[in-house]
């Protein structure tokens, strides 16, 4: 569409002015983006870009390698279909945010200069292929399982332990592994998968607040009806996992060592039903968000989304977050210059009068 300047407008007659924006109505894409709108798309689309690139990786070895298959279906039947799911989904997000970017007359983003990194050996992956992501040297923040089963907020200052501790280790294999069913080195890809596991929860979590944070500051009708729709299908994600991760099952390698531990898990329900459910915080199966406080300390706790503050959740926490989990090892100092500069601006947004 040609762009008209401001001394064009003024010479339209106040019927083509109407008609113009009649036509912008056609089409979906009414008025122009404040600054802070585009900033906030960028920086998703560079997210949604990133989390494509891990998902892909994960979801060729899901879909392409027997034992690693194998290993993550025993947290659900479906574990490697939803793997599949997932990893379409942020595809999806990460081509409509660009296409709305583009529709509207500003420049897409691209993540190809970055895209360096090596892919995984193992039979199922597309082994030549260049990557944005890192899976080999994982350090999964499984905070969120205790987090989510808490009264406290993140936003108010609360800190929450891991439930598992997982540090440095891969979350796809690099080479072909053993069934999860040999029995003296089933553990090996199981640990893998448990450890994958965890990480899709973290990770959507992350993306979860992410969404959640932007909200507050979008502007327009269409831009927060973008971040609330997309961001609803993090959480979705992010509650499919959680759920799932509560499957992993404890591990002990081939000289009896525990390599991971038994999660809490719940006593089955009283047969025949008393009417109770004898649960403890932090069962695997407490998978909803635990009402907390929210807002302001003195007010109902609530179940909500915690954090949502641009400081625990925002876009340059959620950079920091990715670093820490060891997706971006490999990557350079230009990478992190790129990122940090659209987190801030995203970060900075405003919610603004158009
Ligand atoms: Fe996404
Ligand atoms: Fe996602």
Redesign the pocket.
């Known amino acids: 569409m040609k762009r008209l300047g401001l001394g064009g407008a003024v010479l339209l007659p106040a019927g083509g002015v109407l008609a113009a924006r009649k036509a912008a109505r056609a089409v979906g894409l009414s008025g122009g983006l404040s600054s802070g709108d585009v900033a906030i798309l960028k920086f998703?689309a560079a997210?949604?870009i990133l989390?494509?690139d891990l998902w892909q990786q994960y979801n060729e070895l899901a879909l392409g390698n027997e034992s690693y298959q194998l290993a993550l279906n025993v947290l659900d039947g479906d574990e490697a279909t939803y793997v599949n799911l997932n990893t379409r989904?942020?595809f999806?997000?990460?081509a409509f945010i660009n296409g709305y970017l583009t529709a509207k007359g500003h420049q897409p983003v691209s993540l190809e200069p970055f895209r360096n990194l090596p892919s995984s050996q193992a039979t199922g992956s597309n082994k030549s292929a260049k990557r944005l992501t890192n899976l080999m040297n994982l350090t999964v923040d499984t905070s969120f399982y205790n987090r989510y089963r808490s009264a406290l907020n993140p936003d108010f200052g609360a800190t929450f332990p891991q439930i598992v501790d997982l540090v440095n280790v891969p979350g796809i294999p690099n080479s072909d592994l053993p069934l999860p069913t040999d029995p003296t080195f089933g553990f090996m890809i199981q640990l893998i998968a448990n450890t994958a596991g965890f990480h899709f929860a973290s990770i959507?979590q992350g993306?979860a607040s992410l969404y959640q944070s932007f909200l507050p500051k979008a502007n327009s009708p269409e831009v927060i009806k973008i971040v609330g729709a997309?961001g609803g299908?993090?959480i979705q994600?992010y509650q499919t996992w959680t759920d799932k991760a509560g499957n992993a099952p404890a591990l002990t390698d081939n000289h009896g060592n525990t390599v991971f531990p038994q999660l809490p898990s719940a006593p089955a329900l009283p047969n025949p039903p008393d009417g109770t459910d004898n649960v403890a915080p932090n069962d695997t199966n407490q998978i909803f968000a635990t009402p907390c406080e929210f807002i302001a300390p003195g007010l109902p706790l609530c179940s909500v989304i915690r954090p949502i503050s641009t400081q625990q959740g925002g876009a340059v926490a959620t950079v920091a977050f990715f670093k820490n989990d060891g997706l971006f090892i490999g990557q350079g100092e230009d990478f992190f210059q790129f990122m940090g500069e659209l987190a801030e601006a995203a970060d900075a947004a405003i919610g603004e009068p158009e």
């Open positions: 998703l997210i949604e989390e494509s989904d942020e999806s997000h990460a959507e993306g997309i299908t993090e994600h």
